[in-house]
């Protein structure tokens, strides 16, 4: 029942208010129609995935069914048994099915709706449809940008020369790195990598290029530098728009031939790697400022790869968030099966200043916070849903220079849908606290939850 679309389609006022409360309570999303005329003007806005009908079978159940079968996408039907007549003193049992009334009555369709195995596909056709996923060495995604990327890492890997990769941090550049190694001739070698900013220029010689026993105090035995360890394979030297200058040209003389001599060796060796760089800087702009040196940039920017961020690529983030919901299964053991389509919406438009890793990391914590079956907006983290956590769309990006210092304001639309969402949240999904803390009815709040 959780998150199925309802219509709710019954001349009766009581009627419809019963089973609209009753269902929404079980989960359901819910509008509600007095007639079979009204019904079927709605269903080609708000697609439902069931139709309950009230309507007796000649006068409005009929014409009913008959323009839900004419649909692209018909909605299941169920039609209650007519509502009993007046009592009749005596008269304990007609012999016809009996309808449930009161409370019994949504008990009585969720029931029904369970035992006709409508809940899994009323989830499923609440949610946004499951784009085509691509997967290449660990990395998936979907669309023309992820098939691009794709084929351009697979170029990369087919020849033997420098790859930088550049774009924000947690955008996948070592996945996409080890994507290249796994692809290319090098893949049965070793894959060494190394964060450049976490290695401190005293100790940078002897990491990459190793050092002979007595070279330095403390130096009891020989010791491989990095570089001897990818020997064969690739050396993937991550943030390495941080390297200190020095290290820069130790680094381009080793590029030169692959010739490097580890601290207190007298002769140089020769080794075979394939260097992958990767770096979230301007290279270009680092080198103008005297940051990065241009000729180490020229050798490593042979073949450059681009990974975009994450924010506003919606088939993506449906994408990514379902696979690591799913690790988080197997991970974790959690038994959260999916996500309420509101909690996908608010995903959307997140502006996602951590890229991927922070998607991963909001939904290994939703998961584990998750109160339902699904994640909900409410199990999503506050600066997710709120109005400055939103991506900055392009309108945002075209504002005027006259207009600086606004691009963070946001259309009074926004500014509702965040803070439905931050109410909701902050009442763990309970839509009817929130209904009322909004003052507005229930269903006015399902229909601003309903994505147009
Ligand atoms: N396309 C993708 N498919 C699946 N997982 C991904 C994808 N992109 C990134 N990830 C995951 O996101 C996390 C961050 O990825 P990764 O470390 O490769 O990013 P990065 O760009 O190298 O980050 P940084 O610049 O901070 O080093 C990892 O857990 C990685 O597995």
């Not at 509600?32 to 806005?45: E, F, G, K, Q, Y």
């Not at 005596?90 to 019994?104: F, K, Q, T």
Request: aromatic share 6%; net charge positive.
């Amino acid at each position: 029942m959780q998150g199925s679309k309802i219509l709710i389609v019954d001349e009766s006022d009581i009627a419809r208010t019963q089973l609209e409360q009753g269902l929404s309570d079980a989960g359901a999303v819910v509008q509600t129609a007095a007639s079979a005329h009204d019904a079927l003007a709605l269903l080609p806005r708000w697609p439902a995935d069931l139709v309950v009908s009230g309507l007796p079978w000649e006068v409005g159940s009929m014409a009913l069914c008959a323009g839900i079968r004419a649909a692209a996408r018909p909605p299941a039907f169920m039609m209650l048994s007519p509502r009993p007549a007046a009592p009749v003193a005596g008269d304990g049992h007609d012999g016809g099915p009996r309808r449930a009334e009161g409370a019994a009555l949504p008990a009585a369709v969720v029931q029904a709706h369970e035992a006709l195995g409508l809940s899994a596909a009323g989830a499923r056709r609440s949610s946004p449809p499951v784009p085509d996923v691509l997967r290449f060495h660990g990395m998936l995604g979907c669309g023309t940008d992820m098939r691009a990327l794709i084929e351009r890492l697979v170029r990369a890997a087919r020849v033997d020369v420098p790859v930088l990769l550049s774009g924000p941090s947690g955008t996948g550049k070592e996945l996409a790195a080890r994507a290249i190694h796994g692809e290319s001739a090098r893949r049965k070698g070793p894959f060494v990598a190394v964060n450049c900013g976490g290695v401190p220029e005293s100790l940078w010689e002897s990491e990459f290029f190793g050092y002979t026993a007595g070279a330095f105090s403390g130096a009891n035995r020989s010791r491989e530098g990095l570089f001897a360890a990818a020997h064969g394979g690739t050396l993937f030297l991550d943030e390495i728009g941080e390297m200190p200058l020095v290290a820069q040209a130790k680094l381009l003389r080793a590029l030169e031939g692959g010739w490097m001599r580890p601290v207190g060796a007298v002769r140089e060796h020769q080794v075979d790697v394939r260097i992958v760089a990767a770096t979230h800087r301007n290279l270009a702009l680092a080198a103008a400022r005297g940051r990065f040196r241009d000729d180490l940039l020229y050798r490593l920017d042979v073949l450059t790869v681009s990974l975009p961020g994450l924010a506003g690529r919606c088939d993506d983030i449906t994408v990514l968030a379902r696979h690591f919901l799913r690790a988080c299964h197997t991970e974790m053991g959690s038994a959260v099966d999916g996500f309420e389509t509101e909690a996908l919406h608010v995903l959307h438009g997140y502006a996602f200043p951590g890229n991927v890793r922070e998607l991963r990391n909001i939904v290994q914590s939703a998961a584990a916070f998750a109160r339902g079956p699904r994640i909900g907006v409410w199990d999503l983290p506050e600066r997710v849903c709120r109005p400055d956590g939103r991506a900055q769309g392009p309108v945002a990006c075209a504002t005027p220079p006259d207009q600086a210092g606004t691009s963070d304001l946001v259309t009074l639309e926004e500014c509702k849908r965040a803070y439905v969402h931050e109410v909701l949240r902050r009442v763990r999904g309970n839509k009817r606290a929130a209904a009322r803390i909004l003052g507005i009815e229930r269903r006015t709040l399902y229909r601003w939850l309903t994505p147009s």
